[in-house]
Structures are given as structure tokens and as C-alpha cells.
């Protein structure tokens, strides 16, 4: 029952927490999704000039220019084979801060070997993860390369031009909860936007995704 993180992660992933294990031992041959439910204690973002740049990414679910604490989130992956027939999990996040709650999109496949993380509701861009397991038992992701997507336009995204994700998962046994934290910075301007928070999971069985979760777009290039 290897998942695409226990594939990409090969011996590593036995390294991880048993329940992070779990959590990310979401695939199709599993048979079951893993739906987060918690709070994010702190939801910040970088100097006022990030804004503009946050709310254009917002436009795709791409980034989250809200600010707030004690904020309720969801976080929902879901297995599912995409119209190219490649086993794919949902990282879908919701985040309610103001009446109308902002949403987050990313969808992940296995390609060579890697993680590719597509973001976004029409998956415009297609970055790539390095996942590795720390001492602690908990998980370090880091995001690499990007690429975008868009009809016959395809390149190589400027990283001057976009930001690099570090975010760490881990489980608290004493609190029976996972701990997230996650910052996106950008090398000329600094920090850009970042959470910190908690929450459980529950494991209901799946080998699809709801509709809701998929991208209106699937891109076949990775």
C-alpha cells in the first residue's frame, strides 16, 4: 500500500512519526483519505507591498493574503487517478477568517522519482517538493522549481518572481494533535506569508475525490 510520499521518501518514510505515517500514507491502493480539522493560531503575511502580490494569487487559490489568529482551517486529501490516469492526492486547505472562508489549492503527483505539487484551481504551477524525514520523527517539505502552465505557454518561473515554501508537520503524542508550521519566502523580498497551527484528522474510507476538491483544469505536463 505505498503511497506517492512513501515512494518519493523511499526508506526515509519509515523515519516519520507512526501517525504522520498514516497521515501521509494516503493513496489508492490504501482505499482511504485523511480530512485535518483544527486551528490556525497565527496566519501572517510580509510588508504591506506583499499584499498586492498575495491577492493576485488568491484569484487561484494559489496564496492567502489574510491575516488572524485562532483561525478554524480544514485540510482535505483526497486519492484520485487524474484523466491522465496518474494517482494524484488533493491538499485542499480552508481557512475561515473573515464571513467568506479563503481556500487554498494544491494537487500532488509521483513523476520520476519526485513530488510534483500543482497549485492552484486550474494547476497553473507545477512546483517541485523535497521531502525528508527529521530526527524528531517529524516532516520537512521544501519546495524547489516551478513551472507554469497556461495554454501553449510554458516556462520555467522566475523564482526572483515567486517565493520558496518550508513547511514542517509534526505530531504531538502528549496533545494527541499535528503540529504545522509553514513559511513562503522570496530571496529579494523577504519573508511573504506563513501559519502556524493544530489540528486531528479523521480516516474515512476513499478511492476518489469529491469534485469539489478537483481542479477545474488537469495539466499534463510535469
Known sequence: MTSIFE??????????HPMLQRRFGVSLEAGYACI??????RIRRGPWWTVPFLH???????????????????????????????????????????REPSRFDATMILSEGRIVDYLGTHQHLAVDLELAAE??????????????YEGPVAFRFPMLFS???DLHESYDEDAGVFRIRMEVHNRLFGFLFGYEGE????????????????????????
Not at 7 to 16: C, K, Y
Not at 36 to 41: K, Y
Not at 72 to 90: A, S
Open 7 to 16: 515512494s518519493a521518501m523511499g526508506a526515509d518514510f519509515t523515519r516519520l
Open 36 to 41: 485535518g480539522t483544527g486551528t490556525m493560531t
Open 56 to 98: 493576485f494569487g488568491k484569484i487561484r487559490n494559489i496564496l492567502i493574503p489574510d491575516l488572524g489568529t485562532d483561525v478554524p482551517f480544514t485540510v482535505e486529501n483526497y486519492p484520485y487517478r487524474d484523466p491522465f490516469g496518474r494517482e494524484t492526492v488533493t491538499f485542499v486547505r480552508h481557512y475561515r477568517v473573515r
Open 135 to 148: 530526527a524528531d520523527g517529524s516532516l520537512l517539505l521544501r519546495s524547489d522549481a516551478q513551472r507554469f
Open 163 to 165: 517565493g520558496r515554501a
Open 199 to 222: 489540528f486531528t484528522c479523521e480516516y474515512p474510507d476513499a478511492t476518489d475525490a469529491p469534485n469539489r476538491l478537483k481542479p477545474v483544469r488537469h495539466e499534463c505536463r510535469e
